[in-house]
Structures are given as structure tokens and as C-alpha cells.
């Protein structure tokens, strides 16, 4: 009994490492990091939350939600650097990518991390080319929409 379950919990993972691979998951730190852009804001952390919240909206995108990893972790007693993710994007967009390739649900909405670390505002976010590896959605199909987000974030940040 134990030669099967270490056969099939061999194999198991075999095919999840094989799949994970096959959708575009990073197989090196070094590729991870080419995944994200990290931009260092030239505001405070406030002004670049207030910054990015007002340009995703003056686009008509919608901010669904404003997560306060800061303020978690002071609730549970613990404590750690300011860091907001700002989770938005716009059905609009959205939909039609997720009605051609339903898994590419997993990737939307968008999301802007801004943190503060050794005194300087960060912001980090997905390069559209990762959110796309593995999907059935090619890069002409949101080059007018999800690659425009980046150069939002990038704008806002850094004017």
C-alpha cells in the first residue's frame, strides 16, 4: 500500500509541477523577477495611494478593493512597513478576456502593490506579457487595455 500512494503521490506531483510549468509559472527567482516591475514613486506613500486611485478612476475603471496589509497586521498585533494593493480594473475590459480563456479569471482584476521600504515609496505590479503567458489571450488583444494599465501606473507615479 505505501509503494502506491508514494508511486501515485510521485506522479502527482510530476503532472502539477509538468502543468504548472506549461502555464507560464516562473521556474527561477531570476524569472520571477522578471515578471513584476517595481517603480519607485516620487510621492509620499499617501499622495501615490490618492495618485494611483484617482488616475485609475479618471479612466473609468473601477476600484474594487483597497487592501491594507498594514493595517492586518497591526489588527493582529503585529507590524510591518505601510503596503497597499489597490485591486481595479473594468468589466469592460475584462470580460471578453475571461469568456475566450474563463482560467484568465485567476489573473484579473489587475492589481498595484504600493509599499514603503528604507524610506522609499514603491509601487509593483504584473507585466501584462506574464499575465498573458499560458492564457489562450495574445498580447494584440490587450495591448488597448491591460498593457495601457501599466503605463498608468507608470505616469502616475513618476510625473
Do not use: C
Amino acid at each position: 500500500m505505501k509503494r502506491i500512494f508514494s508511486l501515485t503521490a510521485a506522479a502527482v506531483f510530476a503532472l502539477s509541477t509538468a502543468w504548472a510549468h506549461s502555464v507560464g509559472e516562473p521556474q527561477t527567482q531570476n524569472e520571477t523577477a522578471m515578471t513584476t516591475h517595481t517603480l519607485t514613486s516620487k510621492y509620499s506613500f499617501d499622495e501615490t495611494v490618492s495618485r494611483l486611485e484617482t488616475a485609475i478612476k479618471s479612466k473609468g475603471m473601477n476600484i474594487f478593493a483597497v487592501i491594507d496589509h498594514q493595517e492586518a497586521a497591526r489588527r493582529n498585533g503585529l507590524t510591518m512597513q505601510p503596503a497597499k494593493v489597490i485591486v481595479f480594473g473594468t468589466p469592460k475590459a475584462g470580460t471578453p478576456l475571461m469568456v475566450k480563456d474563463p482560467a484568465f479569471a485567476l489573473q484579473l482584476p489587475l492589481r498595484v502593490l504600493v509599499t514603503e521600504t528604507d524610506g522609499k515609496v514603491r509601487t509593483g505590479y504584473t507585466d501584462t506579457h506574464a499575465l498573458i503567458a499560458g492564457s489562450r489571450i495574445g498580447f494584440d488583444e490587450v495591448a488597448n487595455t491591460l498593457a495601457n494599465a501599466e503605463k498608468l501606473i507608470q505616469k502616475t507615479v513618476g510625473e
